[in-house]
């Protein structure tokens, strides 16, 4: 195959690509833009097999490498349960950011067969790109493993933090560019290595400070991490599908950590600095035990519900975690039955990742149309009877609106509060991600209902 | 003069940039989650980098290094193509409108 002709499928399977994002926009249109996707992954996969034109002893190990990591794949998507999903994201970009490590490895070491020039004299932009692909590759790596591992909860979700660590990562930063700029000069394999190694180590020590809150945040910029690496590799290989796809992936990624830091009212760089959501934060006064709560069971919770006419769901990152997605869909289909009108509000940062609580309600069977985002239903609070808080804490905390002091001043909450009542099951009183104590717990017209949150539900629903 | 192919390369990254700035805010907010399994499964386009690095081999150099590093890498980009695709697929076909007159 030529290669105009090769270069205009790639430029297709770019375009597919653009359209399979653009399915987004709704969820009607979003299975075929997949399709989309998938039809030019087809093309690029297929193109490069027919340009390249080796059809020998390489090309049978090439397909029983394609269908191993494939079947393996297919059979993480069909297992896999939808409240990991956090966890499956981060993994997945781990992986992308080590093969663009492998590739810019394999095209460092054989030059010839990229037609980059032979090796030990690399064409010096190509070089520039490679070495920049790899090392945003490692990072992405090593930085997807540890929000991997917190997610998990195999690390601590909370910061971990030590002196100097900024000034470390300054200088491992610092590092890499020169080392870039060495390789260049020296062609030497060894600066290759180093580069790669160091960029490891940096995607480690950027990742460790980001507490578990920050998470969505986090997963976003590794995303777009990816895509950069995507692109410097398609720099590289002079493969346009693999340009638009990095520019794609990155943009989407950074625009992604942008409405998160809104959804949070926090900066980026105060993010990616990290330190958040530590336990020495608590700004929460001594008096606390003071305070009364008023806390009830299922029955009183019952009770409230029926004599409503509208109820108002908020689901957290504790639904997530109880895997009360069920419970809640069937607790609200008995609501139905008794004409009680229920709409469900999802906060921008609810759960660990962007849109996270809409895949949950999706599995439930929640109609999409009955799930509205924060600026949608906000409104809505003030006329509605109850505010049913299902495993969500800092996003309905007035405090964010009243208080200058508290660290989460500013950020957009839900306004529960404006509520008639307000039904909060939660395990105990204990403060939200960021170490502030919720004022909620403790009003008049707030009943605190201390459960396991699916138990809590089902009781609920029992009781109708 | 003639203009180096690098900036051609350049101009369709960088206008690629902006199709993605449009396209990703028009993305709704409940899809979000989607959003994040397929751009990680359209970046192991990368796949067609190690396709070139594992067919770049003959008889005698088939396991070479560099080969090597281009099937362990085909290996990982199928996992997520596959993958990610796949679960972006079950993913959107849970999200249902409300059945009407039922």
């Keep these: 195959m030529s290669a105009n002709l090769s270069a205009t499928f790639y430029l297709i399977s770019g375009v597919l690509f653009i359209l399979a994002l653009r399915g987004l926009s709704s969820p009607e249109t979003s299975r075929r ?24 002893i390489g090309f049978s190990y090439v397909i029983v490498f394609l269908l191993a990591g494939g079947s393996i794949g297919a059979l993480i998507a069909y297992k896999i349960p939808m409240t990991v999903m956090p966890e499956l994201v981060a993994g997945f970009h781990s992986l992308v950011g080590l093969a663009a490590v492998f590739v810019a490895i394999s095209a460092f070491l054989n030059p010839e067969a990229f037609n980059l020039g032979v090796s030990g004299d690399i064409k010096l932009s ?28 195999i690390i601590s979700g909370s910061p971990i933090i030590f002196k100097g660590q900024h000034y470390i990562n300054l200088l491992l930063g610092i590092s890499i560019i020169v080392l870039i700029y060495y390789l260049c000069d020296k062609q030497s394999e060894n600066f290759f290595w180093t580069l790669i190694g160091i ?30 690496a995507a692109a410097g590799i398609g720099f590289t290989l002079e493969n346009s599908a693999l340009i638009i796809t990095g520019a794609l992936v990155g943009s989407s990624g950074a625009i992604l950590s942008y409405i998160m830091c809104k959804g949070m009212n926090r900066s980026f760089f105060s993010v990616i600095l990290g330190g958040f959501g530590g336990t020495d934060q608590t700004s929460s006064s ?85 799930v509205f985002e924060l ?54 009183l204990s403060p939200g991600y960021a170490g502030v104590d919720n004022e909620l717990f403790y009003r008049d017209n707030t009943l605190m209902l201390f459960a396991d949150a699916k138990k809590m539900t089902e009781d609920i629903t029992k009781n109708l | 003069m003639e203009i180096d192919p690098f900036i051609f390369r350049l101009s369709i ?26 751009t990680n499964a359209i970046s192991s386009v990368i796949i067609v980098g190690a396709i070139i690095a594992g067919l770049s081999g003959n008889m005698n150099s088939i396991f070479g290094i560099s080969n090597i590093f281009g099937f362990l890498a085909i290996f990982l980009a199928a996992i997520n193509i596959f993958g990610g695709f796949l679960v972006t697929q079950r993913m959107l076909q849970m999200y249902k409108k409300k059945k009407k007159n039922k």
């Design chain 2, 13 to 38: 990254f960088i206008l690629s940039i902006f199709i993605g700035y449009y396209v990703v805010w028009s993305v709704t907010p409940s899809l979000h989650t989607p959003l994040m399994s397929v």
């Design chain 1, 199 to 228: 960029a490891f180590l940096l995607g480690f020590l950027l990742i460790i400070p980001i507490g578990g809150a920050d998470m969505p945040v986090v997963i976003s910029m590794l995303n777009s991490y990816s895509g950069w």
């Design chain 1, 33 to 56: 833009g997949n399709l989309f996707g998938i039809l030019g992954m087809l093309i690029a996969i297929t193109v490069t097999f027919l340009s390249v034109g080796n059809f020998s």
């Design chain 1, 286 to 370: 001594k008096d606390k035990d003071k305070k009364p709560v008023k806390s009830g069971n299922a029955e009183d919770a019952a009770f409230l519900m029926k004599n409503a006419s509208s109820v108002i769901i908020v689901p957290g990152y504790g639904m997530a975690v109880a895997q009360a997605q069920h419970a809640v869909r069937e607790m609200v289909d008995t609501l139905k039955k008794n004409n009680i009108k229920v709409s469900y509000a999802i906060h921008p940062v609810a759960g660990r990742m962007p849109g996270h609580m809409n895949v949950l309600l999706a599995e439930a069977n929640v109609p999409y149309d009955e």
């Design chain 1, 375 to 428: 600026e949608e239903i906000n409104n809505d609070f003030a006329n509605a009877d109850i505010a049913f808080i299902i495993g969500a804490n800092d996003v309905t905390n007035p405090v964010a609106k009243t208080d200058p002091q508290s660290p989460i001043y500013g950020m957009p909450v839900l306004d529960v509060e404006k509520c008639k009542s307000i039904l909060f099951v939660k395990r105990s």
């Design chain 1, 126 to 153: 190509s070089l520039i790109e490679m070495s920049i692909g790899a090392a945003i590759g490692a990072i992405t790596f090593s930085g997807s493993i540890i929000a991997f591992l917190k997610l998990r909860g």
